[in-house]
């Protein structure tokens, strides 16, 4: 049995701030009101971590409505993470599949989101619409971790067009650097990657409703990108990246 599953029971929140052993900490707002709903009484067992590896036991103190304390046992060590790095660079899904496509690349194993607006992008994000976008995205990130056992929480970073994205990548990967396009034009299959995971970091692009625009596949590649394929049938956005992501926790050893 895991380190991650021994505590799988206990209620797991994220807190955005440094943790220590023995200290009584204030919960945040949102953590002391969904510990009310779970009906969690002084006394109770939590697991507290603040994204940077880890967590520890903890014991709730008091609580009421709009407040709670929690005091900090043991730090455990506890690691979810899978032997690799991936970057899932999504083109921005509409309505609520951005927020299933971020939920369950988390669950999978990503360690990075990087939103992308997209010629065939359905949703145009810019300015302070943008940043609460991408402030709601990082919610469901934390909330997800708490729920799947990670203790490091991945990053989402602010939208990006994807011209500009693509001229912040260097002209060439890295050595062991992956960089991964999913086409239905591909001719490579996914069995045709590495068996083994690389130790340097790889990205994954996924484009939107409408797919990436030729000229965006083609530019993709030009900055060292490998189409490839998972076969005949095209997936959906939604569908996509957790596929990929699935599959590579499979081959690498990510579960």
């Not at 402030?135 to 929480?153: L, M, Y």
Request: proline content about 8%.
């Amino acid at each position: 049995m895991s380190a991650a599953s021994t505590t799988a029971a206990v209620p797991r929140f994220f807190v955005d701030a440094a943790l220590r052993a023995g200290d009584v900490l204030a919960l945040p707002p949102d953590v002391a009101r969904h510990a009310h709903v779970l009906r969690l009484q002084p006394g109770d067992a939590l697991a507290l971590f603040d994204g940077s590896g880890g967590q520890y036991r903890a014991e709730l103190v008091e609580i009421d409505k709009r407040a709670a304390l929690a005091r900090l046992d043991a730090f455990e060590p506890a690691d979810a993470e899978p032997p690799y790095r991936v970057t899932l660079a999504q083109g921005i899904a509409g309505g609520d599949k951005m927020d299933w496509v971020i939920e369950k690349a988390v669950e999978l194993g990503a360690a990075a989101i990087m939103p992308l607006s997209t010629a065939r992008g359905v949703v145009r994000l810019s300015g302070e619409r943008a940043e609460k976008r991408v402030a709601h995205w990082r919610g469901i990130v934390r909330a997800s971790c708490e729920q799947c056992g990670r203790n490091r929480v991945p990053d989402v970073a602010p939208v990006q067009g994807y011209d500009a994205w693509l001229a912040t990548l260097p002209d060439a990967p890295a050595d062991g650097e992956l960089r991964l396009l999913l086409s239905p034009r591909a001719s490579i299959p996914f069995a045709a990657l590495p068996a083994a995971p690389p130790a340097a970091p790889v990205t994954l692009l996924i484009g939107p409703e409408g797919g990436l625009a030729p000229a965006e596949e083609n530019a993709a590649r030009e900055r060292g990108f490998t189409a490839v394929s998972l076969g005949p049938r095209v997936l959906r956005t939604e569908t996509a990246g957790a596929a990929v992501l699935a599959a590579l926790a499979a081959r690498w050893g990510g579960w």
